[in-house]
């Protein structure tokens, strides 16, 4: 009897492997964890968007938990995302902006047609700080604490369930 | 129609020229030791964007960036493992084909040896166990069986 039972051993096996292969399928291969995950926001200088002669670098992002959203003139669903940035700007959260692979000029045309929800903008013309920070396309968002540590990584256009649902809530955890 | 079609067929031709001219840059180097490490390490990263595709043949804007990125390191005489730790640091694990031998992927490099190593454990019992039955002597009463009966087939 008890060899018989053994013999249950490859199917039991069998299915286990199924299960975790099925499981598989259910991963979204396009959202994965930014690298910089708990890791302190890389160091920067760079002049800001608005003024070529103001330099910012990290200590700008301390003291005060902050969304930091990369976006581009050039990127449609940045422009979509507008509405949701400005909400969350009316709603008290410290918004900086990277101006990520663009030109001063469509930069600051972007912003005066889709309104502006930043403090103010970092100028990343080369995308070197996007390159960085992992970015591979725009909109891509990142939640930092006060102690400058990156808590959260939003790829991808943020809707406004995600606002209510998940930017919202991430933001009231790191207060 | 003829025409129309070879026309189209052209145009495909020619668009998927272009793109791929445009994921590949001229880029010199001085030292071919230098260009074979190059080659090798943009067809080892993935890229981060398009699911599957080295960034050696992909036309997304970040790994033309990554290229470039490990062009320059190159240039600045890091080595290798610098030059992808690099880049592990800011796009994650996601980007190496070859991922490292570490605790999170012990599972990954270690279960296939093992089950080859079970495989062939399993043979070899089976092996064993056929031999030790093949090979077993027939006891009086079944020899004399097995006589009668090439006998009876003799004769």
Redesign the interface.
């Known amino acids: 009897m008890k060899r018989r039972l053994l013999l249950l051993l490859p199917l039991v096996g069998f299915l286990l492997f199924s299960i975790f292969l099925y499981r598989g399928l259910a991963l979204d291969?396009?959202h994965?964890?930014?690298?910089?995950m708990a890791r302190e926001f890389p160091a920067f200088t760079y002049s800001t968007l608005e003024d070529p002669q103001r330099e910012v670098d990290l200590s700008l992002l301390k003291g005060e938990v902050t969304l930091v959203n990369v976006w581009g003139e050039w990127c449609p669903a940045c422009k979509q995302e507008m509405p949701q940035l400005l909400d969350l700007a009316d709603r008290g959260v410290r918004l900086v902006g990277i101006n990520y692979?663009d030109t001063r000029e469509k930069g600051l045309q972007f912003l005066e047609e889709f309104g502006n929800p930043f403090e103010l903008n970092i100028f990343d013309p080369d995308?070197d700080l996007g390159?960085?920070?992992?970015?591979?396309?725009a909109p891509e968002t990142f939640l930092v604490d006060r102690d400058g540590i990156i808590r959260y990584h939003h790829t991808g256009y943020i809707s406004p369930a995600d606002v209510r649902d998940v930017i919202l809530p991430e933001v009231e955890k790191w207060q | 129609m003829a025409v129309i079609r070879l026309l189209l067929a052209l145009l495909v031709l020619g668009s998927a020229g272009t793109a791929m001219a445009a994921a590949i840059e001229m880029r010199e180097f001085d030292d071919p030791v230098l260009e074979k490490r190059y080659h090798s390490l943009i067809g080892s990263m993935r890229c981060?964007?398009c699911?599957n595709q080295a960034i050696n043949d992909s036309d997304?804007?970040?790994s033309g960036?990554m290229r470039e990125?490990v062009y320059v390191l190159l240039q600045d005489g890091r080595s290798d493992i610098e030059i992808v730790d690099h880049m592990?640091?800011?796009?994650?694990?996601?980007i190496l084909y070859n991922p490292r031998l570490e605790s999170r992927t012990y599972l990954l490099w270690g279960l296939p040896i093992a089950l080859v190593v079970v495989g062939v454990l399993v043979i070899f019992l089976l092996m064993r166990a056929r031999r030790n039955a093949s090979s077993r002597k027939l006891s009086a009463e079944e020899s004399a069986r097995l006589d009668a009966l090439i006998n009876r087939e003799r004769s």
Do not use: H, K, N, T
């Open positions: 291969p396009s994965r964890d930014s690298a910089l692979r995308g390159f960085d920070l992992g970015v591979y396309g | 981060p964007l699911e997304a804007p970040i960036d990125r592990v640091q800011r796009f994650g694990e996601y």
